[in-house]
């Protein structure tokens, strides 16, 4: 790697691939740092992207070709950055790589799993199962290598998984590595992380036990899901028939996000889908204040949504969210705006749709980057050979944060080339 001439890029998500590969082809080295034990980020999470409908997972395959296609891409999950010094030109980053206690010989067979005694709760599907400690961390993953999470090992218990593995891949004397990057840009692609929902105390999240977020709903909709892709809920397994979907559950209020998170209607427009096309007897009512479908969405998907009449769209804001006690149904409380009435109506489960939060908290390590009053890096501040993309500058999409990626690889390589 030719020192000073690579871009560093910090998160391996949708839009950290997409600025390492634009970058990477147009002949630059780029290091990719990932805090995950794979890439490809909150994506790698969605059962389907809106509007078409289709697997996420092929666009983060061609992305992971590309990767592997390419001389120029390095990349280090389980790593974090700890300290980036310099200027444009001139950096000098220090990343922290923690042990996966699983080399390169892995081989993916899943025999330290089968052999592994000891669970934890399974962080990929939001603790909705478990997995062994010894794990894959879903069936798609980049790479495709097992990892051990030392802190659900039972005593002694490396023994069983060592033992088990045919290619002398487990090694549990790994320790973690610091390693000292010289390069020429740094990209900050940190993204996104879900509104923590419990601090909405009306909507019930934590109590109600068939309340769930939205995130939660793509993991249970997935077939590499905690369910196989069947919606069920989760407090006794009944298939869900009657569902609603809260907008704006954190979003547009000053007491939690000011701003408007942008995919939250599409998202919940697309898991209403979701539930119809898995059970036609079902309905989904939506409650939202504004029903947000920007751009082409307008005519591509809302419009697909609504000709459904199984597809409920009502407008009012949910005031109050609990439980039967006997039934387990969700009882919501509404006004419908429209309707002039005061609705009260018994859900067999309730998604919030929680907004996205900026995932700045590790980007102050970077210094000399500005944030807007609402958290989000303030890009037109940054200074140079720094640049900031995607979710971490407002809450976009996929497509406009390929789009921002695209951008800001010509930005860093513009960078690289000023020195
Ligand atoms: C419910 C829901 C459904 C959605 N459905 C769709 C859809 O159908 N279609 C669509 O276009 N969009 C959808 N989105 C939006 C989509 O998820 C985002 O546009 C996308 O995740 C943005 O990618 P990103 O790379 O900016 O962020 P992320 O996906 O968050 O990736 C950021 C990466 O950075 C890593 N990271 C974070 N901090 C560090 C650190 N300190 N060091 C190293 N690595 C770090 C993370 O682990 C992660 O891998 C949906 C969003 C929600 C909430």
Not at 292 to 301: D, K, V
């Amino acid at each position: 790697m030719a020192e000073n001439k690579a871009v560093l890029v910090i998160g391996g998500g949708f839009s950290g691939l997409t600025a390492a590969v634009e970058t990477a082809e147009a002949g630059n080295d780029v290091v990719i740092v990932e805090k995950n034990p794979y890439l490809g980020g909150r994506v790698a999470q969605l059962n389907k992207y809106f509007w078409k409908l289709c697997p996420p997972v092929c666009g983060l395959e061609i992305n992971f070709k590309r990767i592997k296609n390419s001389s120029q891409v390095t990349f280090h999950t389980l790593a974090e950055v700890q300290e980036v010094k310099g200027e444009e030109g001139n950096f000098e980053v220090t990343l922290k790589v923690n042990p996966r206690y699983v080399n390169d010989k892995c081989v993916g067979c899943d025999a330290c799993a089968q052999a592994c005694p000891s669970y934890r709760s399974n962080d990929f599907n939001f603790g909705m199962d478990k997995t062994k400690a010894a794990y894959l961390p879903f069936n798609q993953a980049f790479p495709f290598k097992y990892v051990i999470d030392a802190n659900a090992c039972s005593k002694d218990c490396g023994k069983a998984c060592a033992e088990a593995c045919k290619y002398d891949a487990i090694d549990l004397n790994m320790k973690p590595e610091t390693i000292t990057l010289k390069v020429g840009a740094v990209v900050m692609a940190t993204g996104w992380t879900p509104y923590d929902a419990t601090r909405m105390d009306i909507l019930g999240f934590g109590k109600v036990q068939n309340v769930i977020t939205n995130m939660m709903m793509e993991r249970l909709s997935a077939v590499n899901g905690p369910t196989g892709g069947k919606i069920t809920r989760p407090s006794d397994g009944k298939e869900v028939k009657n569902i609603a979907f809260v907008q704006c559950a954190g979003s547009r209020d000053e007491n939690h996000l000011p701003y408007c998170s942008y995919i939250c209607c599409l998202a919940s427009l697309k898991q209403a889908m979701y539930v119809r096309e898995q059970y036609p007897d079902s309905k989904a009512q939506v409650f939202y204040i504004d029903l947000r479908t920007p751009g082409l969405y307008e005519h591509r998907f809302l419009a697909k949504a609504k000709s459904d009449p199984n597809i409920i769209l009502t407008k009012g804001k949910v005031a109050g969210i609990t439980e039967d006690p006997a039934s387990k149904d969700v009882i919501v409380e509404v006004e419908d705006v429209f309707g002039g009435t005061k609705i009260k109506a018994a859900f067999d489960m309730v998604v919030l749709a929680t907004g996205m939060v900026p995932g700045t908290k590790d980007t102050k390590i970077v210094k000399d980057i500005s944030y807007t009053p609402d958290g989000f890096v303030d890009a037109s501040t940054a200074k140079k050979g720094i640049y900031a993309v995607g979710t971490l500058k407002s809450p976009v999409d996929v497509a406009r944060s390929v789009q921002d990626a695209t951008g800001v690889a010509i930005k860093s390589i513009q960078s690289l080339r000023r020195k």
